[in-house]
């Protein structure tokens, strides 16, 4: 089992950064990749930052440019890095940690239970 906990997030005007952090515990070395999701008020969540097993990393063109996800395997911990901050970045972020398989499924997924980041205009 895995548990994560997310934190850094806050108020911030547009155009400010945040640095949201991950920190993972418990059986850590069975995860190989991670995430972060953004929900909006009254919207679905919704993907910001992928790092696959392989390290590559993916971005939504929406933040593309803007957002960074980075981890620290040896702490156990996951980052996001967010600049160029706009209002519609507002809502809660959520981590997301899972193992991929030799065959590309996921065998286990775990989610924090999120940090509000408020853009203000």
């Known amino acids: 089992q895995v548990h994560l906990v997310e934190s850094g997030g806050g108020l911030v005007q547009a155009g400010g950064s945040l640095e949201l952090s991950c920190t993972a515990s418990g059986s850590i070395s069975s995860i190989n990749a991670g995430a972060w999701y953004h929900q909006a008020p009254g919207k679905k969540r919704e993907l910001v930052a992928i790092?696959?097993?392989?390290?590559?990393?993916e971005y939504p063109d929406s933040v593309k440019g803007r957002f960074t996800i980075s981890r620290d395997n040896a702490k156990g911990m996951m980052y996001l890095q967010m600049k160029s901050l706009k209002p519609e970045d507002t809502g809660v972020y959520y981590c997301?940690?899972?193992?991929?398989?030799?065959?590309?499924?996921?065998?286990?997924?775990?989610w924090g239970t999120g940090t509000q980041v408020t853009v203000s205009s």
């Open positions: 997301n940690a899972f193992r991929v398989g030799d065959d590309g499924l996921v065998k286990a997924d775990y």
């Open positions: 790092m696959r097993s392989s390290g590559n990393t």
